[in-house]
């Protein structure tokens, strides 16, 4: 048997390597130790939206009921837009007749062609006049003169009732762009990508601008909301920082998810805490619509302020 000493140099070494090993995975728990971990977080909404109706109307189309997920710009509602479709094909045809007109150069031509005939026919007199003292009047004469000055003037006129057409042509298209707006005012979508927790009216129904149609709410992210020790962590150790959020669920069943804090409150509480609040990516039931975070659990959130912090997501 080896002598305690001489056993103890030999495996030395080994046990130098072991603690040399140990070190980073050492270190790693103690800077976890000191994370904050805030217990009894709130688990709250961050966007949701009472959608209203926005023109006065009979509900004749609703595309949505409570629980369906609905994405943005998502058609869940009409009313009843037939009087503005028919103002629309009234101004469109008013459109077409103002743009048709304005194209056409027919007036413009039809007097440069009598502008030449007058004006021939005032030559012709005038030369007649001078070849035979009396052959033509002076009233006459000036008649042709005047005649001939007349279909210069129809010219002029010609090109400014050629401009008048187009400008009413281009007021029309404004009107028809008013008409657009009015109907897409009674086509009702979502403003987010949420789920539809309410609806308020029925099909049929009469609604006027302001009504409630629809509550919607976004449930891929979520609010988790605690309160840190200011006189243990202050706010530019846990601004940023990515988190940990775990949920306890039915079945003793925890769930973990991962988010980044968005804000933290500079004004401390009376109790010596400051709120801080994370954004945290949602996630649905394996083979289920549900979502398994939902607002008004409560979690706890390990902020993991030894990490570097994380950039703002555009």
């Known amino acids: 048997m080896l002598p305690m000493r001489l056993f103890a140099s030999r495996l030395f070494p080994f046990a130098w390597l072991a603690v040399v090993l140990a070190g980073p995975a050492a270190r790693a728990a103690d800077d976890t130790a000191n994370e904050p971990v805030l217990s009894r977080c709130l688990v709250s909404l ?11 109307g009979v509900l004749v189309e609703l595309k949505i009921r409570e629980g369906q997920v609905v994405g943005k710009e998502e058609l869940i509602a009409r009313i009843d837009d037939s009087q503005p479709r028919a103002e629309k094909k009234k101004v469109q045809a008013e459109l077409d007749q103002a743009k048709a007109k304005a194209a056409s ?12 005939v007058a004006e021939m026919a005032f030559l012709k007199a005038k030369k007649s006049h001078e070849a035979v003292q009396g052959a033509v009047t002076e009233v006459e004469r000036e008649r042709l003169r005047l005649e001939w000055e007349k279909t210069k003037l129809q010219i002029e006129q010609a090109d400014l009732e ?10 029309k298209e404004v009107e028809v762009e008013a008409t657009d707006i ?21 099909l049929g129904e009469w609604m006027q601008p ?5 509550l919607v709410v976004r449930t891929d992210k ?9 006189s243990k962590w202050d706010p ?13 669920l039915a079945g003793d069943r925890k769930e973990t998810f991962k988010g980044r804090i968005i804000f933290v409150n500079p004004r401390v509480e009376s109790g010596g805490d400051y709120r801080v609040w994370a954004e945290v990516s949602n996630r649905r039931e394996k083979d289920s619509e549900t979502w398994i975070l939902r607002p008004g659990q409560t979690a706890t959130m390990q902020i993991h302020s030894s990490a570097e912090p994380l950039a703002a997501r555009r």
């Open 46 to 56: 961050i966007d949701q939206a009472k959608v209203p109706a926005r023109e006065a």
């Open 182 to 202: 009015a109907i897409e005012r009674r086509r009702i979508t979502s403003p987010l990508d949420g789920e539809v927790v309410e609806v308020f009216p029925h």
């Open 105 to 116: 150069d027919v007036d413009k031509r039809y007097s440069v062609a009598a502008e030449g």
């Open 236 to 248: 530019e150790t846990v601004r940023d920082r990515p988190v940990t959020v775990t949920v306890s």
């Open 210 to 214: 302001g009504d409630p149609l629809a």
């Open 222 to 230: 979520l609010r988790v909301e605690g309160y840190v020790d200011a």
């Open 162 to 171: 050629r401009k008048l057409s187009g400008l009413a042509a281009n007021a």
